[in-house]
């Protein structure tokens, strides 16, 4: 069997997606997701131009091998464009591989360990009654975990609110959006939010929370400290993770468990922080992290140190990877949960999918395969928009982290 040819289809159905199709000669073909969001053609460029033409003619079944041949023999090593065009190359080759097998992916991951796979959802409101009303809807769905994040007090706009009421999307259309930011008024308000969530719908589901790298390390302490009578299942990203070492102030100040990762891109980038024990769940997802193929290395390492995973499942990251990331959970041994922020009918319509939600789990379902497709004619009728995250700046006009 060879690759007979390969291309990208990129489309916009509310939101831009850049999905890798690989076709053999016997006519099985494979897709996978090479979505980054705000940077989606630089990933298309690096796919066509780069990888596709050294993979005509290569045996698709030879997934280690091509993944290796790729990540070194581009001799630059990791990235963001660099993991997401060879996780999308990994993600279509497992799909094959399954596909051939005539097995689901799990099946060959080492089957299941769970019967479904935990998610969260988002609960946004813009003030804490809105919050409160939209957690009490994640759990009249089902959900055993919620993620909450509310507008700040004195600020316009804080991350993760969202626009409408189940599809939160931070990208806009045209050029960056400059929201403002405050950590003092921030770390005045979240324990304010935390204690009416827990007073309002009670202890017995999972809250998370994002703080999408806003903190210093000593903040972040004070935040996890303060967060601590609520039993958070997460504090997210509480600092920028170049800067690791951080990662132990935080620890010695505060018992709140720590997610980090959804950046990351290589296993190299999450060793320290597994190796040390100063996280307690690993965010790496498919798409971001160079493909199954390196994400089961990275959970494998966790795994030694009692990391789990929860890896990051945000609207830009297509149904294609939703679904490869749901054959992983279903049966990596040190499963933690998985972030579930739903698509858009449009974007669900254009990838037909074999994963299904109920009562706070999701099931991949048992297609041959990752179980996603892709509607090419639909996709063709959405052009691809150009479009970005926003940018923070402090009240006083200095760039922080968005
Ligand atoms: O935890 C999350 O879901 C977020 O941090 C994401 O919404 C993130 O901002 C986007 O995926 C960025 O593309
Ligand atoms: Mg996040």
């Known amino acids: 069997m060879k690759i007979e040819k390969a291309y990208c289809i990129v489309t916009c159905p509310g939101r831009n997606f850049v999905t890798l199709k690989i076709v053999t000669d016997e006519g099985v073909y ?64 497992w799909d094959i591989k399954a596909k051939i097998a005539g097995l ?19 609960a946004n409101g813009r003030d804490i009654p809105e919050t409160l009303d939209a957690v009490g809807h ?26 409408g009421k189940l599809f939160y999307e931070p990208a806009t259309k045209g050029l960056p959006e400059e929201q403002i930011w405050s950590t003092e008024k921030y770390l005045n308000f979240a324990p304010k939010l935390f204690e009416a969530v827990r007073v309002a719908h009670g202890p017995d589901f999972h809250l998370l929370h994002d703080v999408h790298h806003r903190l210093t390390p000593i903040e972040a302490a004070r935040l996890g400290k303060s967060l601590e009578p609520y039993h958070l299942f997460w504090m997210e990203d509480p600092t920028p993770a170049e800067n690791q070492e951080a990662l132990k102030l935080i620890r010695q100040h505060t018992v709140t468990p720590i997610a980090i990762g959804e950046i990351f891109n290589s296993i190299h980038d999450c060793r320290e922080l597994i190796q040390n024990q100063l996280i307690d769940y690993i965010r790496t997802t498919v798409v971001r992290a160079g493909g199954i193929t390196q994400l089961r290395k990275i959970a494998a390492l966790a795994e030694l140190y009692q990391v789990r995973t929860g890896s990051h499942g945000a609207t830009d990251l297509s149904p294609v990877c939703m679904g490869s990331a749901l054959h992983f959970d ?3 041994p040190n499963f933690g949960i998985q972030e579930y922020m739903r698509h858009t009918p449009e974007t669900d319509e254009v990838f037909p999918h074999a994963y299904t939600f109920a009562d706070g789990y999701l099931y991949p379902g048992d297609v041959p395969g990752h179980g996603v497709d892709i509607d090419e004619k639909l996709a063709a009728k959405y052009p691809y928009e150009r479009a970005y995250l926003p940018v923070a700046r402090l009240q006083d006009g200095t760039m922080w982290s968005w």
């Open 104 to 122: 689901p992916l799990y099946q060959l991951l080492g089957g299941k360990s769970r019967s479904g796979v935990m998610v969260y959802g988002h």
């Open 330 to 332: 279903l049966w990596v």
């Open 30 to 93: 494979g897709i996978g997701d090479a979505t980054l969001n705000g940077r989606e053609l630089a990933v298309s460029a690096y796919l066509e131009e780069h990888v596709i033409p050294c993979l005509i003619g290569r045996d698709p079944q030879q997934i280690e091998d091509i993944w290796q041949y790729l990540a070194k023999g581009a001799y630059w090593r990791r990235g963001p464009v660099t993991m997401s065009a060879i996780a999308a190359v990994d993600m279509a080759l």
């Open 138 to 163: 994640y759990l009249e769905l089902g959900y055993k975990a919620v993620r909450a994040q509310a507008g700040v007090p004195g600020l316009d706009t804080a991350y993760g609110i969202a626009r």
